[in-house]
């Protein structure tokens, strides 16, 4: 009775064996099987199983062997095959550069269910792809290699391989003659871009304040304090009233501000001032302090009578 049993039970076993394998179906086929080197086909993989499955593809890798190579990995296609039941089809295309017969070896899935720390494999059969040389006829002649065909060029390609380069061709030669006349003439190829000036009577006030720091005429440098003093107002004058004070001489800048609408008072301190600068400089007049404050208060005051003034918004609305 125990030996019943037993053989009861191997006989259960043996037969679920099988019937549990056949619930993975592997299939793998050509869509041909003969290729000339270098041409391409695709290799399709089918794999009917469970749903609740979980599957791990092979060719994972660039190669099927040393003489294919894949091309394109294509994606998994998947669709119901009923009664719990999916279909994942998958496509690879592949390609020989070596003529011969070629085998495709099984391909092994390995898989296992949900929740089931066992594993699987199914396997596909083998296939054998034959790749072709191109045919050669030896009697014929053997011909010369083609010439490269011409196309017409486009626009963009003249612009690139003509106009640019002779543009660019011209800008060096250009600027070598205009490198060359600078340095001839002893003159900088670049020039440092020039701040504008203040205005001139903003620009006289800060000498005029600079020159004041100085205290000069206080340690006995009067000379040098009429020469700044004097140059400081010959500047301004120049800038501000228009003509050229810095070369004219005294009689000659009270001569011009004459034919100028200033107050007669005004010319008549600016030449007290610039003849006793006359003394200073070149006589080695000494004046008093009262003079040398004079003198200062005296530009401070016609920088503020000739300047031109700006108005106000309140003034140009009484307007």
């Known amino acids: 009775m125990r030996i019943n049993r037993l053989n009861i039970l191997t ?40 749903d609740n499955l979980k599957l791990t593809w092979p060719l994972s890798q660039d190669t099927i062997s040393k003489n294919i190579e894949i091309l394109e ?37 390995i898989y296992n269910y ?38 017409p060029l486009t626009f963009g390609e003249i612009v690139i391989r003509f106009v640019l380069p002779a543009l660019a061709a011209a800008a060096i030669i250009l600027f070598i003659i205009y490198y060359l006349r600078k340095r001839k003439k ?12 203040p205005p001139p009577d903003i620009e006289a006030r800060a000498a005029l304040d600079k020159l004041k720091e100085k205290k000069l005429w206080q340690n006995n440098l009067t ?3 009429y020469s700044e003093l004097t140059d400081i107002m010959r500047r301004y004058i120049e800038r501000q009233l228009d003509f050229p004070a ?15 609408e200033i107050d007669s008072e005004l010319i008549a301190a600016t030449e007290e001032v610039l003849s006793l600068a006359d003394l200073v400089k070149f006589a080695k007049h000494i004046p008093l302090g009262d003079e040398n404050d ?22 140009e609305e009484k307007k």
Do not use: C
Not at 96 to 109: A, H, L, M, N, R
Not at 186 to 197: I, N, Q, S
Not at 306 to 314: G, I, Q, Y
């Open 246 to 260: 810095q070369e004219m001489t005294t009689a000659e800048i009270t001569g011009s501000l004459k034919t100028l």
């Open 114 to 151: 949900q929740n089931d720390s066992v594993y699987d494999f199914a396997e596909s059969q083998p296939l054998l792809l034959t790749v072709n040389t191109i045919p050669v006829d030896l009697t014929k002649d053997i011909k010369d290699i083609k010439d490269i065909m011409s196309e």
């Open 223 to 225: 000379k040098e304090y």
């Open 186 to 197: 002893g003159e900088p190829v670049f020039r440092k871009p020039v701040k504008p000036l």
């Open 73 to 109: 990995h294509g994606e998994p296609d998947t669709t119901a095959a009923g009664d719990h039941l999916i279909k994942i089809k998958r496509r690879y295309l592949i390609t020989s550069f070596d003529s011969g017969y070629f085998v495709i070896p099984p391909q092994k899935f």
């Open 294 to 315: 004079a003198a200062m208060k005296w530009a401070y005051d016609f920088i503020e009578r000739t300047s031109v003034k700006e108005e106000t918004p309140e003034e």
């Open 11 to 50: 006989l259960l076993t043996i037969l679920w064996i099988p019937a549990a394998g056949q619930q993975v179906k592997v299939d793998i086929s050509l869509d041909t099987n003969v290729i000339t080197i270098g041409d391409q086909t695709h290799l399709n993989l089918t794999v009917e199983a469970p």
